[in-house]
């Protein structure tokens, strides 16, 4: 069968019948030698080569020319170009290739039937051979990226993968990788990412993981106990380690027949322990409910150099809780939730309230369901004069909302009522020191060397800002600093927050900084409890002195400077304790 003309054809005119190496241009009337390849270079406007652009060219025209320039080229040397690639690559480890971590044998690497890449982007052109066109890939440099990452996107949106895809850490080496590999690289496909990769990334994460182990000798590991209720009403415990290296998840087991009973509960969090090593674990942090404090206690008096500590973040979601039932406060806080109700619930409000506030909302997802309330309240008072701008706006009157009582009521609530938004003000001013250490807590970085002094500066905070507002004010303060009292010293607190605090060279060298009795008092209960050698604890007196007037390695300037710069547990110098 006879090979079809090429399409382009039909804009050139060969100057003798038969020759079709000498044209001219049909639109322009230019003249040219080399065929219908040099016409399309003329056509797609593309300068050099002897080859002047078409000005009659349309910009349909000049895509269409510079995509079959593209594909020319591709079809060409597609298979040549990746031999010589893969032949100048020598075999890693010095193996034979095999079905190995890629799944793939050299022998499929050189077929022709690999995938060719215009089938995936029409933009995109293999690595180019000695003496080969480099004009067309430099010209559309920009449009390459442009579908490369039309293509990244389509792949994440088609496979229901959230954005927050490319902040994984190896998103952007996952596409430098493939570049060094060059034009050509055959991803691997659903077999191979379910067999020996999956298997590779297991080993790879198996010795992640030992390596985490291995640590626990020298730093000693806090053991986590984190409970949540599945879809059938299972009340499942997911079991952590961490340690300064990181955090390995170790297994989840169904504590139903456990969980609510104390002594079946601390049978089962000592048989986690054991699997890790008494001889690692310095504390144990689980839910601060009454069972597991009871489970906590029978703990400590099982392994005498243990600690059991209730989980930071739970705690402080309590004590805003016990916030919000102070008369006051949670007569600000029913008043604020009435208007974002109102608001909510109406969507020509909504929509309304989103015009005047430029789309931010009033209601703000945190952390925790309590610090939701405190951080919703502070974004109310943030759109204050939106608002208020919105209740006396020409469009709430004209709203049929407008003439209903509760409609009214919501807008001399907003409009009018000074004296609630100085509620509010005050409220979020008074909580949002809490949810500061509520953030800290919650957080990636660990906070056990930083919690003791967050929690004296957020009551600071309190007491400042009550210090000129009378007998009321006063009175004020004493009611929260009762609240955050009670479950500081009943529930949070532990000895081994005060160590944390006093072995943090963030504070232990700052000037003017001073532990009080309280802080000492806990270092040494600490001490006592963990090193019950007295040999170890001479040592440890020893160490302490270096410490303390910064001499020896604490003395270093590198030492010095890391002192506020990284967070304690990544400090490069470590006090060595023998357990």
Known sequence: MPKPLDPFWEYGEPETPGNRQHLSCKLCGKKMHGGVYRLKYHLAKIPGNEIEICPESSEELVERATKALEEYSANKQYLEAKKK????????????????????????????????PTATSSYFIPRTIPGAQPS????????EKEEADKLVGKCLLWSNIPFSFANNPFYVSMFEAASVVGAGYKPPTYHELRGPILQNEKTDCTQRLQELRDSWQFTGCTVMSDGWTDGKGRTLLNFLVHCPRGTMFLKSVDASAHVKDATLLCDLLDGFIQE???????????????????AGRMLMSRYPTLFWTPCAA?????????????????????????????????????????QFT????????????????????????DSRWELQTMFLSP??????????????????????????????????????????????????????????????????????????????????????????????NH?????????????????????????????????????????????DRLELSQQLELYKRSIGLFGFEMAINDRKNIMPSKFHLVLTFNF
């Open 358 to 381: 430029g789309d931010r909302e009033l209601v703000r997802p945190a952390i925790t369901r309590f610090a939701t309330t405190f951080i919703s309240l502070r974004s109310l008072l």
């Open 276 to 294: 890790v090593g008494p001889q690692h674990v310095v504390q144990v942090i689980t839910d601060n409910a009454a069972n597991y404090v009871a």
């Open 85 to 116: 690639e893969m032949a100048s690559r020598s075999t890693p480890r010095g193996s034979t290739p095999t079905h190995g971590a890629m799944g793939v044998e050299s022998s499929e690497i050189h077929s022709s039937q690999s995938v060719n």
């Open 395 to 488: 469009e709430w009157r004209a709203s049929s909302f407008s003439s209903k009582p509760e409609g009214q009521a919501i807008m001399r609530l907003v409009a009018y009522q000074e004296s609630f938004w100085d509620a509010v003000n005050e409220v979020c001013t008074i909580s949002e020191p809490l949810v500061k250490v509520l953030r800290l807590v919650d957080g990636d970085k660990p906070a056990m060397g930083y919690l003791y002094e967050a929690m004296d500066r957020a009551k600071e905070s309190i007491r400042a800002y009550y210090v000129d507002k009378g007998d009321q004010g006063h009175e004020r303060k004493e009611m929260l600093w009762t609240v955050i009292d009670d479950r500081w």
């Open 314 to 354: 739970h705690c402080l979601d309590l004590i805003l809780e016990d916030m919000g039932k102070l008369d006051w406060i949670k007569e600000t806080i029913d008043s604020a939730r009435s208007i974002t109700k109102f608001i909510y619930n109406h969507a020509s409000v909504l929509s309304m309230m989103r």
């Open 136 to 143: 067309i890939k430099s010209m559309i440099k920009k449009k």
């Open 491 to 535: 529930t949070l607190h532990r000895p081994i927050h005060a160590a944390g605090l006093y072995l943090n060279p963030a504070f232990s060298y700052s000037y003017g900084f001073r532990f009080d009795s309280e802080v000492m008092s806990g270092f040494f209960e600490c001490v006592q409890r963990m090193v019950p050698s007295a040999a």
